[in-house]
């Protein structure tokens, strides 16, 4: 697992900047009903996609919440007075509280199922009826694009990812949420060379792979030896699932 409090410096720059800010801000509120007036984004790291859904509609109050003290630190700047240092699992806001919950680039950081549903169940608790939660799925898939990084790779160990649609679908419906939407975006600025590649290999990029691990050794090996060391492949798109909350019947 990385270390955000020390990727939170070059967080942005090593990861698409502005431009996949708003590629996610825009697939995201795409999802999310105009009608919405407060946004709750979990695992808002340093604020960079956070600032773009709050400028997007003006009226909105939105609320970013990460663990992460060197990220809420940064997010803090861009957003003041609307950031909370918090765990997703056990959040500190009432129920009902939101008209929206996000979760982009969280689910898959989580070591286990457990963590995964103790999430979805806090984003259902502080949903209003009615309310909508967006969150990404299968992120690891989303990096494989075909490329000859790819290909050496292809035999590298494996767990199954936490944020697997079919299982984030099965949590959120244990939770009374109901399918409400998809969507896909861009991560402009993150195809990834062989060089890079290796650097994240490096630095405990791939949880399986950790470093000083005899096997990434072997792995970086035939990376170095791909062609053009420092061309990126193609962008990773990115997707988006959605689920409502739904209203209260009435008696």
Known sequence: MLDYDKEAEHYDASRGGEP???AAAEAVLGLIPATARSVL????????????LAA????????GVDLTAEMIHRAA???????????????????ATFDAVTTVWLLHLLPDPAGVRAVVAECAR????GGVWVTTVDKAAAHNVGSDIDAVLADRPRTR???ESAAVGAHAAAHGLVPAGRGRFRGRGQG???????????????VT????????DVFAERLAALPDQDRPRPDPWFTLRAFRKPQAPRT
Do not use: Y
């Not at 792979?209 to 990434?216: E, K, Q, S, V, Y």
């Open 126 to 129: 502080v949903l209003r009826p």
């Open 20 to 22: 996949r800010a708003r």
């Open 209 to 216: 792979l950790p470093p000083g691990d005899p096997r990434a």
């Open 192 to 206: 990834r060379s062989p060089r890079r590649t290796i650097a994240d290999l490096r630095r405990g990029w791939f």
């Open 161 to 163: 990812p936490a944020d």
């Open 41 to 52: 984004d979990l695992a808002c790291g340093t604020g960079i996609v956070t600032r773009h």
């Open 77 to 95: 700047a861009r957003l003041p007075g609307a950031v909370v240092r918090a765990d997703a699992r056990r959040l500190p806001f009432p129920d």
């Open 56 to 63: 997007a509609r003006s009226g909105s109050r939105v609320t």
